[in-house]
């Protein structure tokens, strides 16, 4: 067995909620962070695992939102999930052997699954089994979807919606590639580390990654994603213009200046022609339900440039942006996620393509999803999610995405959501 989870650190917290949908939708007013359920939005597509991780003989077992799946090849050679319990006496699916090409085999009497959860043989008892495909021995079926080398299970009860209302358009771009990375977690909720994206934190907490200490002369510039923002139908998108900010702040009542001093500004122009030159641009969006901002399930993006945008050149970008970027946080226990990373690029041919893989592996893998993201999970890590908050502008999205996920939560991905936000569409033409 392949087991790709680690576990979690122990924390109190209340019972996570199990509630599937289609039911009243409680007050959205005050603290409603105990309404958000620790486990994630059941009724929704996710990643799981790149599909090469998943071989032909040994299958996988991988936890998402609570539930611990096993994962193996199907009889079309794509990768099938089922509950990684065998409903005879519980032994762990993922703990036996795939004898033939499609099938699971539990490694306690035998017993062999198929990829739709339907006991087709027991080998323990032999072909004349009485309980071999006998009613109410089925194993339970997790739908799939291989995009890009990476597979998505449906985690829902219902029947799956459709895969397109949840995974990126790039996914389905037979000319764009994607970099991805599934192997990081971070020991948090998967809603504090999406929150993470939404606020004023990144030029206090990032500015000492490599990229601002390098490449960039001053602080990187102020402004929060969340401090206003529009409703694209599945999330929300910033409407907050950068600021230009001084070179340093100054607060004449204390006698303070920020940052303390302007030391880089002496060699930031000595690497500023490097970040240029290996900036890789981002795979164009079609549709604004999939801009820059925040997503359903739980998803950030960044880095993104609109069609018809006049930007189409390499620029340096924070963070070591590289492509289009998006940050997808799977629940896994209460307080432990797995994070993905995508990068998205449309290489003009395979030259391009092959530079473009060469920086992602020497440099922007480990300078975007670990340099600069590992520094937001050294302090969420210890951050108190029970405790009171005093909230400012700059967290307006946080306050709005909880309200749109226990809305979703309650009431079921098709629940209507109330705001009084400004709604952005495609036939905006923003």
Same mark, same amino acid.
């Given at each position: 067995m =392949?087991?790709?989870t680690v576990?979690?650190?122990?924390r109190a917290?209340s019972?996570?909620h199990?509630? /599937?949908?289609?039911?009243?939708i409680?007050?959205? $007013?005050?603290?409603?962070?105990?309404?958000?359920?620790k486990?994630?939005?059941?009724?929704?597509?996710?990643?799981?695992?790149?599909a090469?991780?998943?071989g032909?003989r040994?299958? &996988?077992?991988l936890?998402?939102?609570?539930?611990?799946v096993?994962l193996?090849?199907? $009889?079309?050679?794509?990768? =099938? =999930?089922?509950q990684? &319990?065998c %409903?005879?006496?519980?032994a762990?699916?993922?703990?036996?052997?795939?004898?033939w090409?499609g099938?699971?085999?539990c490694?306690?009497?035998?017993?062999v699954?198929?990829?739709h959860g339907?006991?087709?043989?027991?080998?323990?008892?032999? @072909?004349?089994?009485g309980?071999?495909?006998k009613?109410?021995?089925e194993a339970?079926?997790?739908?799939?979807?291989t995009?890009?080398g990476v &597979?998505f299970?449906? !985690?829902?009860e219902?029947? @799956?919606?459709?895969?397109e209302?949840?995974v990126?358009?790039?996914?389905?771009?037979?000319? $764009?590639r994607?970099?991805?990375?599934?192997?990081?977690?971070?020991?948090t909720?998967?809603e504090v580390?999406?929150?993470?994206?939404?606020?004023?934190?990144?030029?206090?907490?990032?500015?000492?990654h490599?990229q601002?200490m +390098?490449g960039?002369p001053?602080? !990187? @510039?102020?402004? =929060?994603?969340g401090?206003?923002?529009?409703?694209?139908g /599945?999330g929300?998108?910033?409407?907050?213009?950068?600021?230009? /900010? @001084?070179?340093?702040?100054?607060?004449?009542e204390l006698?303070?200046?920020?940052?303390?001093?302007r030391?880089?500004k002496?060699w930031?122009w000595?690497?500023?022609?490097?970040?240029k030159?290996t900036?890789?641009?981002?795979?164009?969006?079609?549709s604004?339900?999939?801009t820059?901002?925040h997503?359903?399930?739980? !998803?950030?993006?960044?880095?993104?440039?609109p069609?018809?945008?006049l930007?189409?050149?390499?620029?340096?970008?924070?963070?070591?942006?590289?492509g289009?970027?998006t940050?997808?946080t799977? %629940?896994?226990?209460?307080w432990?996620?797995?994070?993905?990373?995508?990068h998205?690029?449309?290489?003009?041919?395979?030259?391009?393509?092959a530079?473009?893989? +060469?920086l992602?592996?020497?440099?922007?893998r480990?300078l975007?999803?670990? /340099?600069?993201?590992?520094?937001? !999970?050294?302090?969420?890590?210890? +951050?108190r999610?029970?405790? %009171?908050?005093?909230?400012?502008?700059?967290d307006?999205?946080?306050?709005?995405?909880r309200?749109l996920? &226990? $809305?979703?939560?309650?009431?079921?991905?098709?629940?209507?959501?109330?705001h009084r +936000?400004?709604v952005?569409t495609?036939?905006d033409g923003?």
């Amino acid at each position: 067995m =392949a087991d790709v989870t680690v576990q979690s650190p122990r924390r109190a917290e209340s019972v996570p909620h199990t509630s /599937n949908g289609d039911g009243p939708i409680p007050s959205l $007013t005050g603290d409603i962070r105990h309404l958000v359920p620790k486990l994630g939005l059941r009724n929704y597509w996710y990643p799981a695992i790149g599909a090469k991780r998943v071989g032909k003989r040994n299958p &996988v077992q991988l936890t998402m939102l609570g539930d611990v799946v096993c994962l193996f090849r199907g $009889t079309n050679g794509e990768v =099938a =999930a089922i509950q990684d &319990v065998c %409903p005879h006496r519980g032994a762990l699916f993922s703990e036996g052997t795939c004898h033939w090409q499609g099938t699971v085999t539990c490694p306690y009497h035998g017993w062999v699954y198929d990829e739709h959860g339907k006991n087709v043989a027991v080998l323990g008892e032999g @072909p004349d089994s009485g309980v071999q495909g006998k009613v109410g021995t089925e194993a339970k079926v997790y739908p799939t979807r291989t995009l890009k080398g990476v &597979v998505f299970i449906w !985690m829902g009860e219902d029947n @799956p919606a459709p895969i397109e209302e949840d995974v990126p358009e790039e996914f389905f771009d037979p000319d $764009t590639r994607i970099f991805f990375n599934d192997t990081i977690y971070w020991k948090t909720n998967w809603e504090v580390g999406l929150e993470n994206s939404m606020d004023a934190h990144v030029n206090y907490l990032h500015r000492d990654h490599l990229q601002a200490m +390098l490449g960039n002369p001053t602080f !990187m @510039p102020r402004g =929060a994603s969340g401090s206003k923002v529009a409703f694209t139908g /599945n999330g929300f998108k910033s409407l907050t213009k950068t600021p230009d /900010n @001084p070179p340093q702040d100054i607060y004449p009542e204390l006698g303070w200046k920020w940052p303390k001093h302007r030391l880089r500004k002496f060699w930031s122009w000595i690497f500023n022609p490097f970040f240029k030159a290996t900036s890789v641009p981002p795979s164009p969006t079609e549709s604004e339900r999939w801009t820059t901002g925040h997503r359903l399930p739980g !998803m950030f993006r960044a880095g993104v440039v609109p069609v018809g945008s006049l930007e189409r050149e390499p620029r340096p970008r924070g963070g070591g942006l590289f492509g289009l970027y998006t940050r997808w946080t799977v %629940p896994v226990e209460d307080w432990l996620t797995r994070v993905w990373y995508f990068h998205s690029t449309k290489p003009s041919n395979s030259i391009v393509s092959a530079w473009y893989w +060469l920086l992602y592996w020497t440099n922007y893998r480990w300078l975007t999803e670990y /340099n600069f993201s590992q520094q937001d !999970m050294s302090v969420m890590e210890n +951050l108190r999610y029970d405790w %009171p908050e005093k909230l400012s502008g700059t967290d307006a999205e946080v306050v709005q995405w909880r309200r749109l996920v &226990v $809305t979703k939560h309650f009431g079921g991905r098709n629940a209507e959501f109330e705001h009084r +936000l400004p709604v952005v569409t495609d036939s905006d033409g923003s």
